[in-house]
């Protein structure tokens, strides 16, 4: 269990003999306590980005990376993901938060995927579909190249992508 107060860093990053960086895939499976009021920030240059609300008092990270570092800083009320890049990386987060939490999600080519949280959402990517659901509150969602699909958004709300469609249902 993590402490309320607690602060740790994990990073994970394959390396060979030499101690230098290598291709090896990267993995991040954990599972704490975590506020519904809390905040999930992710920062990513390419992949798939899955986050999932549900009716449990914990959080769910899973990230697997291809080159590059992923850096988890994570409190019981705060959870920061960051893929520092090499050129080419990939990362994929599946995600689960309990309903309620801020979801904050910064990309440049990945697909974004966001339902059930029933909170706050700032999903951007430059490159890349992005799929809103039962999101509540400040609502912000943009693209430059790709579709935007948003279902339940309740709340104020700013969508946009220059070169793909949006589509809105209730």
Known sequence: ALAAA?????????QNSRGRQSQARQRIDSTFA?????ELSISVRGGEVRVTGWARNDARVIAIGDR????MDASSSRIRLDVRPQLMSRAQFEINVPIGVRVNVT??????DVSGT?????????????TASDGTGRTRIGTAAGTVTMQRISGETHVGSMTGPVNITE
């Open 118 to 130: 029933r909170g706050e959402l700032s999903l951007t990517t430059v490159s890349g579909k992005i």
């Open 107 to 112: 990309a440049v080519t990945a697909n974004i």
């Open 6 to 14: 607690a602060m740790w860093p994990i990073t994970a990053a394959a």
């Open 34 to 38: 975590f506020n519904k009021a809390g």
């Open 68 to 71: 590059g570092t992923i850096t």
